[in-house]
């Protein structure tokens, strides 16, 4: 195979799946690991990857990168704050929680204030510092490679820590709720922390505007029936609910 099918091939296989390590893909296309690794830094310095210590992160294209998060946090703002009251209603004191990242998922943890003996572990960056400010919480945060656009923590550091822990709750942002593309996101290099943070908990909880629901997002993060809970605000018809597998819940912006 051509050193550039090969290359090809390993963006391909990236944007699919957000993180490949090094050793994996030499013998994946039965090479030695020395040919990888020029494949790789030739990746790097056309601007095509992230290298990680051992693997490699797909670099963000400006069509793939997520709204700038000061934009995102300001649009449909009344409804978020109505789904994050929601969804912090559900967390009882001294439970385990998941946040991930997102404008929605920021507008929980504001709402965490009074809750007491609460474990929070994210990958948010924005959250972990506004949560910083609540001794009632144990907060814990992930290693990882910053995402510049969203402040969110991704990468095998990041993947590691929510391979470690098991919690009550996880609750995760969305760019697009599909009732058959399911959940998805902008981009690709978020999922493998996604997909952990899915394996990590008890309940898994969606928060999205009613923006998102019916909207495909590029990169397929997990089916409907991979979650829980999906809570919304009621731009949209209670009509829809049978096609999301009854897991909607509607609240009062």
């Not at 109505?82 to 998941?98: E, M, P, W």
Request: contains cysteine; hydrophobic residues 40%.
């Amino acid at each position: 195979m051509l050193a550039k099918e090969r290359r090809e091939k390993i963006l391909a296989r990236l944007s699919s799946v957000g993180y490949l390590n090094a050793h994996q893909l030499a013998e994946e296309f039965a090479v030695d690991s020395s040919t990888i690794r020029r494949d790789l830094i030739h990746l790097e310095k056309t601007q095509q990857i992230i290298r990680t210590h051992g693997g490699v992160l797909p670099m963000l294209s400006t069509e793939g990168q997520d709204t700038p998060y000061s934009i995102r946090k300001s649009r449909h703002h009344e409804q978020k704050v109505a789904i994050a009251r929601y969804a912090a209603s559900l967390i009882a004191d001294g439970d385990s929680v998941i946040l991930d990242n997102g404008s929605t998922v920021y507008e929980l943890a504001e709402q965490l204030a009074a809750k007491k003996n609460l474990t929070v572990i994210t990958n948010d960056l924005n959250i972990a510092m506004l949560l910083s400010q609540y001794p009632a919480i144990n907060l814990n945060v992930t290693g990882g490679v910053v995402v510049g656009s969203s402040y969110t923590l991704v990468g095998p550091d990041t993947t590691r820590k929510f391979s470690e822990v098991f919690a009550d709750w996880a609750f995760l942002g969305a760019e697009g709720v599909h009732p058959e593309a399911g959940i998805t996101n902008v981009n690709a290099i978020e999922l493998p922390t996604k997909t952990a943070i899915l394996k990590a908990a008890k309940t898994r909880v969606v928060l999205a505007d009613s923006s998102k629901l019916g909207y495909r997002a590029l990169s397929h993060v997990c089916s409907i029936a991979e979650i829980d809970l999906i809570i919304t605000d009621k731009k949209k018809t209670e009509k829809v609910v049978s096609a999301y597998d009854n897991k909607l819940r509607f609240v009062e912006d």
